[in-house]
């Protein structure tokens, strides 16, 4: 998910400070952003199943999610500190995008400790908090809603989000209880600190 909303940001036709080139933008993305967030957790799943850690890629069970989200939260937080030490800045809206995503693996890792929390909603809603906070950044530059450039992804990615709670309702892989929590800490976790720019 978080390539998903790095991609939709990264191509909205919006200037950032510092500038970012179309060249550092697929570096970003292929250098830090797919092997820390995709293919390292990914590969650590393999891992897990190989190990029998886990009785399926599907990772049904509650217990054995716990291992699978620590693993997924120490990459993510080695991905935002990599980030932070580069030898050049990166726009804070990116820093802020990557510490959202440490925060919400963190709470859906110690949620998952006690309570089955639906990592689905967890993700594709922060997908959505990301394009709701990059929105109002740049609502001043358009008068009208239409106008803004994340109006069409925020509509597509509500009906994604939408789409993506039913069918894990309809699989029975949750209550609906567990949808709404993951919708909201999903939203939150990423949607604040792009909102307020929260860097550490």
Do not use: C
Not at 79 to 100: D, E, K, N, W
């Amino acid at each position: 998910m978080p390539a998903i909303a790095f991609v939709l940001v990264m191509d909205l036709g919006i200037e950032f400070v510092p500038f970012v080139t179309p060249d550092l933008k697929r570096k970003i993305l292929f250098y830090l952003i797919i092997p820390f967030t995709i293919y390292f957790p990914l590969s650590f799943l393999v891992m897990l199943r190989l190990s029998k850690n886990v009785s399926s890629f599907k990772v049904h069970t509650r217990k054995e999610r716990v291992p699978l989200y620590i693993g997924t939260f120490i990459f993510y937080l080695a991905a935002y500190i990599f980030a932070r030490s580069l030898t050049f800045s990166l726009p804070i809206l990116v820093y802020s995008m990557m510490l959202g995503g440490v925060i919400s693996l963190f709470l859906t890792t110690v949620i998952t400790l006690k309570w089955k929390i639906s990592a689905h909603a967890i993700g594709i809603s922060g997908v959505l908090g990301t394009l709701f906070a990059t929105g109002e950044h740049i609502a001043t530059y358009f008068y009208v809603i239409g106008d803004n450039p994340v109006f069409w992804p925020i509509i597509n990615v509500t009906l994604l989000t939408g789409a993506i709670s039913s069918s894990r309702l309809s699989l029975n892989a949750h209550t609906p209880a567990q949808i709404y929590a993951g919708l909201m800490v999903g939203f939150l976790s990423l949607y604040l600190p792009i909102k307020f720019l929260i860097v550490i």
